[in-house]
């Protein structure tokens, strides 16, 4: 009896061990593939097109543009058509019939170029244009041998060519510029003698560091005469109560001859003028012979053209005149 009870037993768990794995096998669970793609940056130009090849996937395909204003793609099958449209970054967004996605992200290129297509620079100077458009990796170079040129890119990775001339004078240099993509983009350099620019504006003035004053300016009084200190030519202007500036040169000095004086002496008092204030500028003496030289006299109008210049305390200063005499 107990034996038939035993097999009756065995008997029971085999159908039903044998009823779940049916079961088992019915129910397999198929997981869905990944959306693969053979490439997943592009970089293209602005209408011409690119191809990115799906790979894998669950079929049933479809796309969309984050920005269609860059750039825009269509499926052909297991093929994403890629059109560039204009400057700028976007991601299309391939999604299959299951939900599942991959994103392609586009680059279209920028063109090239700069703040500037023609600058003009003074002989031993240097002068930054900015690359204010491009695609990097910048590169630069003039067949003109009398530009040292580099590029600078700073913090905020905004980049620039830096051209230091020497003391050749040129007219329409090219400086070409290129970046990753071969595009390119040109400036022409002038490069003139800096008392030049000066000579040519024939405003009656008088400079002084960062302040030029122009003759016959409401509220400004201008010296140029040879009362104020007997002995000495006197130029100068008083805007008032501590805004001062004076310059003597000897009598016995030809302004009308071109070349380098000497035995100048300066005086001014800048206190009034808050913008830059510094105890340098109240009442400064520079007794000491500043450089001095006469660039350019016209006989017919009279104007004579003087630079000068001097170092105190580590401050170089400078200045110009263009006055009648």
Do not use: H
Not at 57 to 69: L, R
Not at 201 to 214: L, M, N, V
Not at 243 to 271: C, H, M, W
């Amino acid at each position: 009896m107990k034996i038939k009870i035993i097999l009756y037993a065995l008997c029971l768990s085999f159908i039903a061990f044998s009823s779940i794995g049916c079961n088992d096998d019915d129910d397999v669970v198929e997981f869905n593939k990944n959306v693969i793609i053979d490439i997943k940056d592009v970089e293209i130009d602005p209408g011409k097109e690119a191809i990115v090849k799906i790979t894998d996937g669950n079929g049933g395909y479809s796309v969309k543009s984050t920005d269609e204003a860059i750039a825009t793609g269509i499926i052909d099958g297991s093929d994403l058509k890629i059109e560039g449209r204009k400057s700028g970054v976007a991601s299309l967004i391939i999604t299959d019939n299951k939900g599942v996605s991959s994103v392609v992200k586009v680059l279209v290129y920028r063109d090239l170029a700069l703040e500037a297509v023609v600058i003009d620079m003074l002989t031993n100077s240097s002068k930054k244009i900015q690359i204010t458009s491009g695609n990097g990796d910048y590169r630069v170079e003039s067949l003109d041998k009398n530009l040292d040129l580099s590029i600078e890119t700073n913090e905020k990775g905004i980049s620039y060519i830096v051209i230091n001339s020497n003391n050749v004078e040129l007219v329409d240099a090219i400086v070409t510029v290129y970046d990753r993509t071969m595009r390119s983009a040109s400036i022409k350099v002038n490069v003139k003698d800096p008392y030049i620019m000066i000579k040519d504006d024939a405003t009656e003035r008088i400079q002084f560091r960062s302040r030029t004053k122009t003759l016959n300016t409401v509220g400004i009084t201008f010296y140029n005469d040879l009362t104020q200190n007997p002995g000495y030519r006197t130029f100068g202007w008083n805007e008032g109560q501590w805004k001062e500036f004076y310059i003597r040169i000897p009598e016995s000095i030809d302004l009308k001859v071109v070349g380098n004086k000497t035995g100048a002496q300066i005086k001014y008092d800048f206190y009034n003028y808050t913008d830059d204030r510094s105890y340098l500028d109240y009442w400064t003496n520079i007794d000491a012979d500043p450089g001095l030289e006469v660039i350019k006299y016209d006989e017919v109008t009279g104007l004579v053209w003087i630079v000068f210049y001097y170092t105190k305390n580590q401050q170089k200063s400078q200045g110009i005149i263009c006055m009648k005499i």
